[in-house]
Each structure stands twice: as structure tokens, then as C-alpha cells.
């Protein structure tokens, strides 16, 4: 997309009045006025790759930013044979620097990740791929910019969401719109990184081959490359990139999905040597992220929600505690595929309150503060004040058909209208730090930018709803 065109889309979206928070009461007369025939939904065909064309071998999909920090940078790609690879790093003037990535091998989905080193905070940096001698990427090439300085305070807004929908036409315009975004003004939606909070897509399954096609299969599109090759991206799961519908530890396979899973994203880091899964942690200036695996170690959700029952394991909600007690960053947001809230879905937390409540009380004994939950899997966006004292904000879906909002005394805001994401700003520069959340709508931009105040995160002040939304 050319720099007029993304122009004229962001302009042209930033024009349009943001959405009017409808009364539910409202919502409902209106549905009711005019009634629509239910339609069966027909089964989604499953996804294929395009063949591999014949000749040299080329770059299948990627690039795709992973991890960046301050001092490094992970980039993924997949091409269409077993060949070597390297990236070409430039800055402007510095010496051009060549990573080697190694080979691609099938046994590793022809993926691969290349680690760069040595870099320097907030520092611009352009790269290049290259294939078996051949480069891959045409002008202008990719960039990125590097982390600031652990501990540095600085203003950061975080993209996150969730669910990207069963084929892959159906998060096409939300990709297309935040690879728009990314770096336009902040009014227009600009944002540091992504997070990827599960449902990543909807391989419903643990065979690798399979998973592989679905991984590989949404990253194909225009406006994912573009994005992801400019943006670091940040991913955890949920049932349907993990195994079947609301599948949990109990699912035979779940070690192939989780080195597919490791294959296709390039984070910093994946469970520890003793506790598989695909939880870590990282820093970015004065804000900590707590990326949590809710599938690997879970309970069924029907089991009963006795002592022991549990969504994370014990090995990794100590991990957790240790981390969150290490921690000395200024705000924490505590990502997890199923929402922390207290009435949800049969598929959250609110069957494993025997392992939530206790950790939550934890937090407020250890007095952390700047604690922020998030989550994503309900196919709607919306805010919540659990137990009148945390703030959690689940953002969704990408692409995924929507969920209808159901009454819920700890809500506060709520969208299910059309494919959403969220955005986190925060300003550490400010005492306390300044957090304001927005939920983005593809085609109808920012429904909504709303100020917590730090008394309100730490549940001293009550976080009202927003006006014109009920419960």
C-alpha cells in the first residue's frame, strides 16, 4: 500500500465519528423490530497451501518480527526447500552485518529463526533475507526499531487481540488496516507491538502437518506480511491453536503442538527446561509482560473446581509469582488466553476460581502494584473491574464471527460488533504512570479511548461504566 493510500485510509477513518456506545435495551428493540430467519452455517473447508512453484527455492512466508528487545531481535521465515539462509542487517552508517540463519530443514517445517546481537536501544535498523544466495525482499526493504533501555521510562502502545477466524480472508482487513496504522500518529492508531493472545488459527487439532499448513496458511496475506515484518509480535495460545475446541492438558499430542508452536513463533523464550509450555516473560522499558500458557498444564473445565484443579499448573503459576515478585518494572500486564473475569464462559477462569481467587489475593499481599489482565477468546472486546479491585481488558476478534454480550455485573464497556482489536498506552513518564485503553473496529475506527486512573487499577476508586453501555 502506497504512503497516499495509507494516508487517504487513516484520514478517511479518522473522519468518522467513533461509534455511540448503543444501550443493550436498545440493541434488543431494534433486533426485535425486524427478526432475521436463522442460517445454517456451512462447514469451513480446511486450509491448503499454494503449490511450491518450480525453480530456485524462495520465501514462502516471513519475514516476521519476533522478539525485539534492546539489544536483539528474532526474525522468522518459512521458504520451499531445505536451503541455507542469513539475514543482511544495515543502519545507517554502520557496516552491513550478515546473520546466518542456518539451514532450513524439513523436519522443522522448513521454518527458521534468526537471532540478532548486538544491537542498540531505540535504534533504527533495516534487514534483508536471503535465500540460498538469492535476496528475497524487494525495495524498500523492512525495518524496525529496537526496544528502549530495560527500566527506562518511556510512553509504549501495545496492540492486542485475539480469535483470527477459520479462513483466511476473514482477518485480511483487520491485518491490512493495523499494517495502515502502525506507524501513523497515535490519534490514527499507532502502535509498538503486537500482542497475539490465542486462536492464532483454527487448526482444531495436534498434528503437525496440519498445524503447519494453518500457521503458515495466515501468514500468507498481504496486509499479516507487511505488518509482521515491521512489528514484533508476540504470541500465546488458546484451544484452537493448541488442540480441539476448549482442549486442555489432557489432549494426546500436545507436544507436537507445542514444537509446531515453536517452530512458527519467534519469542523470547518458551516454558522453562523443567515445565514445557509456551508461557515467558519479557521487558519493554519500565512495562513487564507476562505471556501465560492457560492449555498445556489445564484441568478440564468440567472437572470439579476442588483444590488442585488448575489452569496453569503449580510449576508455572510459581514461575508466575517469582516473576511478578522479581519484577520491578512500573506496570505488569499479565496475559492469558481465557478471560480472568468472574462470570464467564464454561472455557475461563471462572471454573478454576480455587487457583484464581488465591492468586489474586496473593497480589494484594504482596502489595504489587500497576498489575493489568489480559485475554482474548469471547469474539468481542470489553473492560472489566474484577472483584471491584483488577482491571482486565480482552480484545477480539480479528476475524472470527462475533459473540453477542451477556449481562455481567463486573463489565464496564463492551463491544460485539465487527472485527476489534485493543491498544494499550502507557506512559511511565508520568507519576504514577499514565494507562489508557482503546478498542479499534476494522472499517469504523477507535470506538472508544478511555482513561484508569491509578487509583482505579488498584481498585481504590470504581471504575464506572462507560456512558451508554449496561451491563
Same mark, same amino acid.
Given at each position: 500500500m502506497s504512503s497516499i493510500s495509507r494516508r487517504h485510509l487513516l484520514r478517511t477513518a479518522a473522519a468518522m465519528p467513533?461509534?455511540?456506545?448503543?444501550?443493550?435495551?436498545?440493541?434488543?428493540?431494534?433486533?426485535?423490530?425486524?427478526?432475521?430467519?436463522?442460517?445454517?452455517?456451512?462447514?469451513?473447508?480446511?486450509?491448503?497451501?499454494?503449490?511450491?512453484q518450480p525453480g530456485p527455492a524462495y520465501l514462502m512466508a516471513g519475514p516476521m518480527l519476533g522478539h525485539v528487545g534492546p539489544d536483539r531481535a528474532h526474525v522468522w521465515v518459512r521458504g520451499t526447500a531445505a536451503v541455507p539462509w542469513k539475514l543482511v542487517l544495515t543502519k545507517a552508517g554502520a557496516p552491513t552485518r550478515e546473520i546466518d540463519g542456518g539451514s532450513l530443514k524439513a523436519e522443522a517445517g522448513l521454518s527458521g529463526i534468526a537471532i540478532i546481537e548486538g544491537l542498540k536501544p531505540s535504534t533504527h535498523y533495516t534487514y534483508q533475507i536471503v535465500l540460498d544466495g538469492r535476496e528475497q525482499l524487494p525495495l524498500p526493504l523492512p525495518s524496525f526499531t529496537t526496544a528502549p533501555e530495560i527500566g527506562s521510562a518511556c510512553r509504549q502502545r501495545i496492540a492486542f487481540g485475539s480469535c483470527v477466524?477459520?479462513? !483466511?480472508?476473514?482477518?485480511?482487513?483487520?491485518?491490512?488496516?493495523?499494517?495502515?496504522?502502525?506507524?501513523?500518529?497515535?490519534?490514527?492508531?499507532?502502535?509498538?507491538?503486537?500482542?497475539?493472545?490465542?486462536?492464532?488459527?483454527?487448526?482444531?487439532? !495436534?498434528?503437525?502437518?496440519?498445524?503447519?499448513?494453518?500457521?503458515?496458511?495466515?501468514?500468507l496475506g498481504a496486509g499479516w506480511r507487511d505488518l509482521s515484518a515491521r512489528s514484533p509480535v508476540y504470541a500465546i495460545w488458546d484451544d484452537h491453536d493448541y488442540g480441539p475446541n476448549n482442549s486442555d492438558g489432557t489432549e494426546a499430542g500436545k507436544a507436537d503442538s507445542l514444537k509446531t508452536f515453536q517452530e512458527f513463533w519467534a519469542n523470547p523464550a518458551c516454558?522453562?527446561?523443567?515445565?514445557?509450555?509456551?508461557?515467558f516473560t519479557f521487558t519493554r522499558g519500565d512495562v513487564q509482560f507476562f505471556m501465560c500458557d492457560g492449555r498445556y498444564h489445564r484441568s478440564p473445565n468440567k472437572a470439579e473446581d476442588a483444590p488442585g484443579k488448575t489452569m496453569l499448573g503449580e510449576k508455572q503459576l510459581a514461575w508466575l509469582k517469582r516473576e511478578l515478585l522479581a519484577s520491578k518494572a512500573k506496570v505488569k500486564l499479565v496475559a492469558n488466553g481465557s478471560e480472568w473475569e468472574s462470570y464467564g464462559s464454561e472455557d475461563s477462569w471462572t471454573q478454576f476460581k480455587q487457583e484464581r481467587d488465591p492468586f489474586l489475593r496473593w497480589i494484594d499481599e504482596q502489595k504489587l502494584e500497576g498489575v493489568i489482565f489480559l485475554s482474548g477468546d469471547r469474539h468481542f472486546s470489553s473492560g472489566y473491574h474484577i472483584n471491584g479491585r483488577f482491571l482486565e481488558l480482552s480484545a477480539g476478534p480479528f476475524g472470527s464471527d462475533n459473540s453477542k454480550l451477556r449481562a455481567n455485573q463486573e463489565r464496564f464497556t463492551g463491544f460485539d460488533d465487527g472485527r476489534l482489536w485493543g491498544v494499550?498506552?502507557?506512559?511511565?513518564?508520568?507519576?504514577?504512570?499514565?494507562?489508557?485503553?482503546?478498542?479499534?473496529?476494522?472499517?469504523?475506527?477507535?470506538?472508544?479511548?478511555?482513561?484508569?486512573?491509578?487509583?482505579?487499577?488498584?481498585?481504590?476508586?470504581?471504575?464506572?461504566?462507560?456512558?451508554g453501555y449496561e451491563i
Open positions: 467513533a461509534a455511540v456506545l448503543v444501550p443493550r435495551s436498545e440493541a434488543a428493540e431494534t433486533k426485535t423490530k425486524a427478526p432475521k430467519a436463522a442460517v445454517a452455517k456451512k462447514p469451513v473447508a480446511p486450509l491448503t497451501l499454494p503449490p511450491v477466524g477459520r479462513t !483466511t480472508a476473514a482477518a485480511a482487513p483487520t491485518w491490512a488496516e493495523l499494517a495502515a496504522r502502525r506507524a501513523a500518529t497515535t490519534d490514527e492508531g499507532a502502535f509498538d507491538l503486537l500482542l497475539m493472545l490465542g486462536d492464532n488459527h483454527y487448526g482444531d487439532t !495436534t498434528e503437525i502437518e496440519k498445524l503447519r499448513v494453518y500457521y503458515t496458511a495466515h501468514r516454558g522453562e527446561a523443567d515445565n514445557p509450555g509456551c508461557y494499550l498506552d502507557i506512559d511511565t513518564t508520568a507519576s504514577p504512570p499514565r494507562v489508557a485503553y482503546e478498542f479499534w473496529q476494522t472499517g469504523h475506527s477507535m470506538r472508544e479511548r478511555r482513561e484508569i486512573s491509578w487509583a482505579q487499577l488498584h481498585g481504590r476508586e470504581k471504575i464506572e461504566r462507560s456512558k
